[in-house]
């Protein structure tokens, strides 16, 4: 008998160890890594225990849908969005240095004289030459040392003149002010011109619509343009605020609602420079090349309003001071 009952006992035993081991097909009876209550952590782990995720950036949302062309200059692609737009060339002094948002490009050498730009490259029919309305923005900080009108952006293509391309947009820091240091200065930094074609769908140039603004040297400041080709109606903004604005006129005539004409040979966008200067086409001793930097360049579809252009002003503020 004791054998019998012996031979049971180990069988049991056998029978329960591999009980043991069977899966519980899903069924945990386990604690570890449970949240019972509730606060995102294990209860086995304390919140030291756990690693923080990085915060996320804020977003621009303003007019989201009718960005064409946006230019961070945070890391070497530099275009974060840009259909038909891609980096064909960094050239000269040009670099990456700490920016408003991130970081800038920049001319790392400082001189409007020496070259430094940024060639981007046009695929045919993309939607940067295809606009009639746009509005366009960039955070710029420029020196006063370096007295000369300088291109902040220009797209190639032969325009009406030799000097000028289908579109420029440029800052001209030659003034008859001469401020203390840390004094704000006199700026023409809203001159810029584009091809459009006239009621007799002939080219004509744009209107001179620079605007004579107070800033500070060496700082952080937004420029931005708009043209609503629906009413040929023009505005120029800096920090977020209207400066000045008009409309479009062509011989004396108003000029309604006329288009924006790139050049049919426009196949490139340039960062910092002249494009008929960089091309050949023009050697003019005042197109010369951003002494400064750039950062967060926007291409819109459409002629934002005013409240939109001050929307956008406060949300890059916004992203700038949560980096801080």
């Known amino acids: 008998m004791k054998k019998i009952f012996y031979s049971l006992a180990v069988l049991s035993l056998v029978v ?29 782990k304390t919140p030291e225990d756990q690693t923080p995720e990085e915060p996320k950036r804020a977003e621009v949302k303003t007019a989201a849908e009718n960005l064409v062309l946006w230019l961070s200059f945070n890391d070497e692609k530099i275009v974060d969005k840009g259909e038909g737009v891609t980096l064909g060339e960094n050239k000269g002094q040009v670099g990456l240095e700490k920016g408003f948002i991130g970081t800038a490009w920049t001319n790392k050498g400082g001189d ?19 606009m009639e309305s746009f509005t366009f923005t960039v955070w710029a900080k420029l020196p006063k040392e370096k007295e000369a009108k300088c291109g902040l952006i220009s797209f190639n293509g032969t325009g ?25 200065f006199q700026a023409l930094q809203f001159n810029g011109r584009i091809d459009f074609l006239s009621l007799e769908g002939k080219p004509a140039m744009w209107p001179n619509c620079a605007s004579d603004v107070y800033l500070k040297k060496n700082e952080w400041f937004q420029l931005a343009r708009t043209y609503d080709a629906a009413t040929g109606h023009w505005a120029n903004y800096a920090n977020g605020q209207l400066v000045n604005g008009g409309d479009f006129i062509i011989n004396d005539v108003p000029g309604g609602p006329v288009k924006a004409a790139f050049a049919d040979d426009c196949n490139a966008l340039y960062v910092g420079g002249w494009a008929s200067r960089i091309e050949g086409k023009a050697n003019e001793v005042w197109q010369t090349y951003c002494p400064g930097s750039l950062d967060e360049l926007r291409f819109y579809n459409k002629a934002l309003s005013e409240d939109e252009i001050l929307a956008l002003y406060g949300e890059e503020i916004a992203i700038n001071l949560d980096e801080e």
């Open 160 to 184: 009406v003149e030799a000097t000028w391309p289908s579109f420029v947009f440029l800052f001209d820091n030659i003034s008859d002010v001469t401020p203390e240091e840390g004094e704000p």
């Open 16 to 44: 329960f160890g591999f009980s043991c081991q069977k899966p519980n097909n899903g069924n945990r009876t386990d604690t570890t890594n449970q949240d019972k209550d509730g606060d995102g952590v294990p209860d086995d």
């Open 112 to 130: 409007n004289t020496v070259e430094a730009y940024t060639k981007l490259n046009l695929a045919a029919g993309n939607a940067l030459t295809k």
